[in-house]
């Protein structure tokens, strides 16, 4: 027995191991693909927006197709001797001048130090599409080409390309063309930018093509870092805090003051994905619940099914020797009443007595039994009709209450007045009626006190049995109505009893329509409580006419 309990308690423990396992790899491996949708979703932002400055970088880049195939030799040479600018470069320029991301553009012909008097430069003019000289030196040209110099000194000795394109941030780029037969400068190429163009007609629509934070889980802002400022975005409605950005993304090799600040918020895909996750961690808590209780269940029941075994094989002893005793009281006194022995009158009646006590216990033993068994089977006939109650009580009383005195106990009666009629089985109330007074006073010590009440409300008439007697634990009370069940103290241990009569109080009070509650203190008193239904008025008369008088003669076989 202690081996399949100790097997059964380790199994239960494997089992909820089981579970606990099962569901946090579950857990954790839901949280793991979650987390990679984040940041698989999160790195496809950084990667689109990456793309998009790269984009930005060839939009620039588009006008100027055609720089590699320039003959930078011959531009040097032509431009050196005076005269016009060979036609393939005009021809770039010109597209580059129709490009509206451009304004004006500036040719220096030297490697010189541009915007001085002595140094004249030459200007687009798309009017006559021609390269004139100019003396007019915008500053962002002159700062463009400056800077241009500076890089292309440290560059020019490796550097094997016709030309190089250098951004002076969104001012002005300029490209220098290089001549790779003795690595000089063959001049600059001055573009100044469109900014109004750039921003407004270029890069803010490219941040909204992304869509809103809604749609594109992201706000996204151009900010001018020099001066703080925020330049486009694609959500207006979200303000630009330094605080919200989770991303920087330059603009590459150009735009130097510029960049993209970043802040993701949850996309539809991890929305997506966060319901999924919830969705799925809903499911299996329901199915661990589930498994949970479904474990509990079956090892409780199987706890249950042990202790009613054993307390079957405990009752079944027990049984045996009751009805021995009062058999073997009776054999002996009937063996000596038989042999003529006994002649005087005080111990025939004695013997007498003897023999009539003890056959009135074997008698009430059988009785239980029969009732229990009867109740299995269900059996059990009801004489169902209309009493009331406080009749009953009274009538029990009556008969029973010279024994109640002789046990030396107090026995208060009280009740409501004009009660109504109940329907019920007479000889079932007088069962639980019975056990639950035998019970009072079995279950009480020296306060011997019995009290009967028969209370009423709307829809029950109540009897509740008192006694002030040891009480039954709070952790027994759930059970004392099960079959075979005897709350496990000394007391109980020592009075008589076989953990049927309330159970058998329970059937009955059921099969009656009614139901049975207990109020108790341990070592103070506890309270029965029996509510029978209280008879409606359409109970009088079935739609078959039966009248009152039907109904006392209705009987039911449960
Ligand atoms: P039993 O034959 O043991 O009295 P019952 O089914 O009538 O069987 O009662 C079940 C158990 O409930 C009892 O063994 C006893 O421990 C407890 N019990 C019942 N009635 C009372 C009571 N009035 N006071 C205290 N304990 C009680």
């Not at 597209?95 to 553009?105: K, Q, T």
């Not at 029941?301 to 009805?323: C, I, S």
């Not at 009430?364 to 299995?376: G, H, P, Q, S, T």
């Amino acid at each position: 027995m202690k081996f399949k309990l100790s097997l059964r308690v380790l199994l239960f423990g494997l089992g909820l191991l089981a579970v606990v396992g099962i569901t946090g790899m579950n857990v954790y491996s839901l949280y793991a693909l979650h987390e990679s949708t984040i940041s698989t979703s999160v790195d496809n932002q950084k990667n689109q927006i990456t793309e998009f400055t790269f984009q930005t970088r060839n939009r620039f880049r588009s006008s100027l197709r055609g720089m590699r195939a320039l003959d930078t030799a011959e531009l040097q040479r032509l431009v050196a001797e005076g005269k016009e600018v060979p036609d393939s470069l005009l021809a770039i320029i010109k597209r580059v001048d129709e490009d509206p991301l451009f304004a004006d553009i500036h040719f220096l012909g030297r490697d010189v130090d541009p915007c001085q008097a002595e140094n004249s430069m030459l200007v687009y003019n798309s009017g006559s599409a021609r390269m004139e000289v100019t003396k007019t030196y915008p500053e962002a040209v002159c700062d463009g080409i400056n800077l241009a110099r500076t890089r292309m000194k440290a560059l020019i000795g490796e550097y094997q390309w016709n030309n190089r394109l250098i951004h002076d941030t969104e001012r002005s780029m300029t490209v220098a063309l290089i001549n790779l037969e003795d690595h000089s400068i063959a001049g600059y190429l001055n573009i100044l930018v469109n900014e109004d163009y750039l921003i407004n007609e270029y890069l803010a629509p490219g941040l909204t093509n992304f869509g809103d934070t809604g749609e594109s889980g992201m706000t996204l802002w151009l900010h001018d870092w020099t001066v703080n400022e925020v330049l486009a975005t694609n959500d207006e409605k979200v303000e630009y805090s330094i605080k919200k950005v989770e991303q920087i993304q330059r603009f590459p090799d150009m735009l130097e003051n510029w960049n993209i600040k970043i802040a993701f918020h949850e996309n539809p895909i991890i929305a997506a994905s966060r319901n999924s996750l919830l969705r799925n961690l809903i499911i299996l808590g329901v199915a661990v619940l589930l498994l949970l209780g479904s474990l509990v269940f079956i090892y409780t029941t199987a706890q249950r099914e042990q202790h009613l075994a054993r307390r079957q094989a405990g009752f079944l002893a027990n049984v045996t020797h009751e009805l021995k005793t009062p058999l073997a009281v009776m054999q002996a006194a009937g063996e000596n009443l038989a042999d003529g022995r006994v002649t005087s009158p005080e111990r025939l009646s004695s013997y007498g007595k003897h023999i009539f006590n003890e056959s009135v216990r074997l008698r009430k033993m059988i009785e239980k039994l029969l009732d229990v068994a009867k109740n299995e089977a269900g059996h059990t006939i009801l004489k169902l009709a209309p009493n009331r109650v406080d009749d009953l009580v009274k009538e029990y009383l009556r008969e029973n209450e010279s024994w109640i005195h002789e046990k030396g106990f107090k026995v208060s009666y009280t009740q409501d007045r004009e009660l109504p009629l109940v329907m019920l089985d007479t000889d079932s109330f007088f069962t639980i009626i019975s056990n639950l007074v035998e019970n009072a006073i079995k279950y009480s010590k020296d306060d011997k006190y019995l009290g009967i009440e028969v209370r009423k409300n709307d829809k029950y008439v109540s009897v509740h049995v008192h006694d002030r007697g040891v009480g039954i634990p709070k952790s027994a009370r759930k059970y004392v109505f099960d079959k075979f069940y005897r709350v496990e103290n000394e007391f109980t241990s020592n009075t008589k009893g076989h953990g049927l009569g309330l159970s058998i109080v329970k059937n009955l009070v059921e099969l009656n329509g009614g139901n049975v509650t207990l109020k108790s203190h341990e070592g103070t008193g506890s309270v029965f409580t029996v509510n029978f239904p209280v008879i409606v008025k359409s109970e009088f008369s079935s739609p078959s006419g039966n009248n009152l008088k039907e109904a006392a003669r209705a009987e039911y076989v449960s």
